[in-house]
């Protein structure tokens, strides 16, 4: 990727840059969970079996990240209850890795939480393979707690309390 600078913005998970995103995040979550190439086919029913489509008002909000003005990752968020949101669909492609796309994706969605949603808490689950992920959460302030939602694939859950506003 050319060099360049982070811009993020929302974007509709059906817009081909996020579906683009989208698909490399699934392709290599998949393929680092089986530790083998996924093919396309697999690939595509994965994509209709973990549905984004919650991740659009009301239930939820998408993230797209520009580096040097491509698009370079994407971050989700969707509502859990009037307290939390859930950060989800984090990834930076391979790329524009290194570039400090994660971090700067990780806050955008924390805004987003408390400023669309009013979230008082942002959470997140992820897997112990995918080491990357859980020391960007650590080095951002998140905590490991209990499971909260069940996730099949996941065996690590974080949370994260938002401030408050200003005087509040």
């Known amino acids: 990727m050319s060099a360049g600078h982070w811009t993020i913005a929302p974007l509709s998970v059906h817009h ?54 491509r698009p370079a990752g994407c971050v989700g968020l969707r509502v859990l209850d009037a307290d939390a949101a859930e950060v989800t669909r984090l990834f930076v492609h391979p790329a524009a890795r290194g570039t400090g796309g994660g971090a700067r994706l990780l806050a955008a969605a924390e805004r987003a939480a408390g400023e669309v949603f009013g979230a008082r808490a942002v959470r997140l689950d992820t897997r112990g393979d995918l080491v990357e992920a859980r ?10 707690i209990p499971d909260y939602n069940g996730d099949r694939y996941a065996d690590h859950w974080y949370e994260k309390r938002l401030a408050g506003p200003p005087g509040g």
């Open 16 to 69: 081909p840059d996020a579906a683009a995103l989208l698909r490399g995040y699934f392709g290599e979550i998949t393929r680092r969970y089986h530790g083998r190439p996924v093919p396309d086919e697999e690939l595509d029913r994965v994509l209709v079996e973990e549905s984004s489509d919650d991740l659009t008002a009301p239930t939820g909000h998408f993230l797209v990240g520009r580096y040097g003005g």
């Open 135 to 144: 020391a960007l959460y650590a080095r951002s302030g998140y905590r490991e």
